[in-house]
T-cell receptor, first 113, second 114 residues
Framework: QQQVKQSPQSLIVQKGGISIINCAYE??????FPWYQQFPGKGPALLIA?????SEKKEGRFTISFNKSAKQFSLHIMDSQPGDSATYFC????????????FGKGTMLLVSP | NAGVTQTPKFQVLKTGQSMTLQCAQDMNHNSMYWYRQDPGMGLRLIYYSASEGTTDKGEVPNGYNVSRLNKREFSLRLESAAPSQTSVYFC?????????????FGSGTRLTVV
């Protein structure tokens, strides 16, 4: 499967700051880009997702920015809170027909009080 | 609560032993998946079942077998466990009506092979 590259591997942000996680992909057939959030001891859960027909999607403090020409997308967490401390995974899939999600390797976010 | 249920939550095996990880979903989803999660490696797909009656290999299928018992249940079997299979295993499901990529994950099985 085509790879989705995620960075950074870990991130420490002060409370109230902006957390930014980046992902890049190779397969131009990808057309669905979700982000999953995972708390310790739990399974990942869908946080927010975007399709390439828009450049940005915002849900509360979470925003996905999408750059189709650069084949990159990023997650921004505004006003980061200690409760946002978790591992975040970007992912991608092909919308036509059936395809599985390809996940990035994850970013461990710690928001310090 | 509706969702994906995995059993057991924890397991310790000796090298060479076999075991089956169980997964059941009650959301009437068509597709089910098994992933393993290792530090620094992210989530890697072991096997998946796009619909009842079908199974396919993912990225890391060696050493594993699966059975889609019915629409609700998808089991993962380790025939002869190896220390390299020490990992956290997640089962997930998705429904075609939700759209591709909307996975619901179970809470995981932490497996240690000694």
């Amino acid at each position: 499967q085509q790879q989705v590259k995620q960075s950074p591997q870990s991130l420490i942000v002060q409370k109230g700051g902006i957390s930014i996680i980046n992902c890049a992909y190779e397969n131009t057939a990808f057309d669905y880009f979700p982000w999953y959030q995972q708390f310790p001891g739990k399974g990942p859960a869908l946080l927010i997702a975007i399709r390439p027909d828009v450049s940005e999607k915002k849900e509360g403090r979470f925003t996905i920015s999408f750059n189709k020409s650069a084949k990159q997308f990023s997650l921004h967490i505004m006003d980061s809170q200690p409760g946002d401390s978790a591992t975040y995974f970007c992912a991608a899939s092909i919308g036509q027909g059936y395809s599985t999600l390809t996940f990035g390797k994850g970013t461990m976010l710690l928001v310090s009080p | 609560n509706a969702g994906v249920t995995q059993t057991p939550k924890f397991q310790v095996l000796k090298t060479g032993q076999s075991m089956t990880l169980q997964c059941a979903q009650d959301m009437n989803h068509n597709s089910m998946y098994w992933y393993r999660q290792d530090p620094g490696m992210g989530l890697r797909l072991i096997y998946y079942s796009a619909s009842e009656g079908t199974t396919d290999k993912g990225e890391v299928p060696n050493g594993y077998n699966v059975s889609r018992l019915n629409k609700r249940e998808f089991s993962l079997r380790l025939e002869s466990a190896a220390p390299s299979q020490t990992s956290v295993y997640f089962c997930a499901s998705s429904g075609s009506r939700q759209g591709l990529g909307v996975y619901t994950f179970g809470s995981g099985t932490r497996l240690t092979v000694v």
